[in-house]
């Protein structure tokens, strides 16, 4: 018997010995990873961009300086979303939950992206901020007014340009597949 904790979907299971289940596939987690995207505003096709380049779609994976689960989301991320939706901060372990982690990491890209409404180069400034931090961005990458554009070539960090670029290339391979799914 198994016993499935979450918002309506299948996505963190628990033994009958208290033992974490084999993880979910991706294509098991697109439910949740699109009902996440939706509440906050997001393309669907660039959460999983970022779940893939951050994580690869595992909820246990954690990042060099303590980033937790599936959308790589840190300690910052899950104080500002608790104190700006009223929450109670999640255990270290709840953060590592699909649907938790989808939460905050899906309403923390949405945030950054607000930061850069209006801007001509929004997206890359979105991702920008998602990877390096939003003073790195607004102190050495943000253009002197929103209709300037900006290149990812003007990032001056070469780990943070790769990350857009995949992201990019990524979420247009997304697009591409949900284009070629046939319709029912």
């Known amino acids: 018997m198994v016993l499935a904790i979450g918002i309506g979907y299948r996505l963190w299971q628990i033994s009958p010995f208290g ?5 979910l596939s ?5 439910p949740a990873i ?12 660039l959460v999983r961009a970022v779940i ?4 690869r779609f595992d909820p246990d994976s954690v990042g060099k300086i303590g980033e937790i689960g599936l959308m790589q989301i840190t300690d910052g991320a899950v104080q500002d979303w608790a104190r700006v939706n009223r929450q109670k901060i999640p255990s270290r372990q709840e953060l590592f939950r699909p649907e938790i982690n989808l939460e905050i990491g899906c309403w923390y890209l949405s945030h950054t992206g607000k930061h850069w409404d209006g801007y001509a180069s929004r997206e890359i400034l979105q991702l920008a901020e998602y990877n390096a931090g939003r003073t790195k961005v607004v102190k050495d990458w943000a253009p002197a007014t929103p209709d300037l554009p900006i290149s990812i070539e003007q990032i001056t960090y070469p780990q943070t340009q790769s990350y857009i670029r995949q992201i990019l290339e990524r979420r247009n391979h997304y697009r591409v597949e949900k284009t070629a799914l046939p319709r029912e």
């Open 19 to 23: 033992h974490p289940a084999p993880r």
């Open 26 to 30: 991706e294509e098991e987690l697109l």
């Open 34 to 45: 699109y009902a996440a995207a939706r509440k906050h505003s997001l393309e669907p096709e």
């Open 52 to 55: 893939w380049k951050e994580s």
